[in-house]
């Protein structure tokens, strides 16, 4: 006797894959070039200004650290969560 084609029970599966909070590699590499540019900007910003005056390390650590907060808490921070605001909102 012959067996019929009867559908097999279908297993259900999860809509999402579980997947990390943070992706280090993804994070590090944002950090990076925040930080970069925020050097970048620093030290354009600080010779344009002051010169190389004899604080020009100092000027430029504190003008780095400064640019690396405003610019890291604004991408990091606020527009991802602006982000999940409007799409919470949206649905």
Do not use: C
């Not at 894959?17 to 925040?34: H, N």
């Not at 409007?86 to 649905?91: G, T, V």
């Amino acid at each position: 006797m012959r067996k019929q084609n009867v559908p097999k029970a279908a297993v259900k599966k999860s809509a999402r894959k579980s997947r990390p909070l943070f992706d280090k590699a993804g994070l590090r590499r944002q950090i990076l070039i925040i930080f970069l540019v925020s050097f970048f900007i620093a030290t354009a910003l600080i010779l344009y200004v002051f010169g190389f005056p004899p604080g020009f390390f100092k000027r430029l650590f504190s003008a780095t650290f400064v640019i690396f907060l405003l610019i890291s808490a604004t991408v990091l921070g606020i527009i991802p969560l602006v982000n999940n605001v409007f799409n919470r909102w949206l649905r």
